[in-house]
């Protein structure tokens, strides 16, 4: 049975996701895992805020906090919503921590040739977009981003196409229930609250 406190329960609200238009960062790092997007020590907190501030932390800073000069976050010209990441993106434990910490500093998309599943699982849950993509599309983004840093990328996510800075189309999977709620900026529970009627009435039904 539902909790009688069901109608009170607050819903994780996200900002809904339809048309993102954004600059690529690249990141050709090869099965990054979730302790490098957020290390260990940095998972105390229970809440979704703060998190952007220690992503890749060990990547981006040195041991007295001076930002790494090389690391691609560091440099002014990567700034964008868009994260382009090697193959096998977020393996390693599961934290839904990587996510907040992608979405903290700003990430809503993440292009790869594959992701690790719970990484995927946790990222749709909490509206960030793991985009698969073909190896010849990969390999182009990473060149755009050398070559023409500030053009811009296109992801519909209601058609499911990815729009490249010459007008070429490319289409990506995602399943229905995640499409839905990340179009809503809405979770599971609050997937379950938009029917409660429904609910009632099953339950009414049922004698319940």
């Known amino acids: 049975n539902r909790p009688k406190n069901f109608n009170t329960v607050n819903k994780m609200a996200y900002d809904s996701f339809s048309i993102l238009t954004s600059t690529a960062v690249p990141l050709p790092i090869e099965n990054v895992d979730t302790d490098q997007i957020i290390p260990a020590r940095f998972l105390k907190a229970t809440e979704r805020v703060g998190f952007g501030d220690n992503l890749f932390r060990d990547w981006r800073y040195n041991q007295d906090d001076s930002p790494k000069n090389d690391f691609v976050l560091n440099n002014n010209t990567y700034q964008g919503k868009i994260l382009v990441g090697g193959y096998n993106f977020g393996s390693g434990s599961s934290r839904e921590h990587a996510p907040w910490a992608l979405m903290g500093w700003g990430i809503r998309a993440v292009i790869s040739t594959s992701f690790a599943d719970i990484f995927r699982g946790n990222a749709l849950k909490n509206g960030l977009l793991p985009l698969v993509v073909d190896e010849a599309t990969h390999t182009s983004l990473f060149d755009l981003t050398a070559e ?8 519909d996510l209601a058609s499911q196409t990815l729009t490249l800075p010459d ?5 990506f999977e995602i399943d229905t229930f995640s499409k839905t709620c990340m179009l809503e900026g809405i979770d599971q529970l609050g997937y379950l609250q938009k029917h409660e009627e429904q609910i009632a009435a099953f339950e009414e039904a049922r004698g319940w």
């Open 167 to 171: 007008g070429s189309k490319v289409k």
């Open 148 to 155: 023409a840093p500030t053009a811009t990328l296109d992801i």
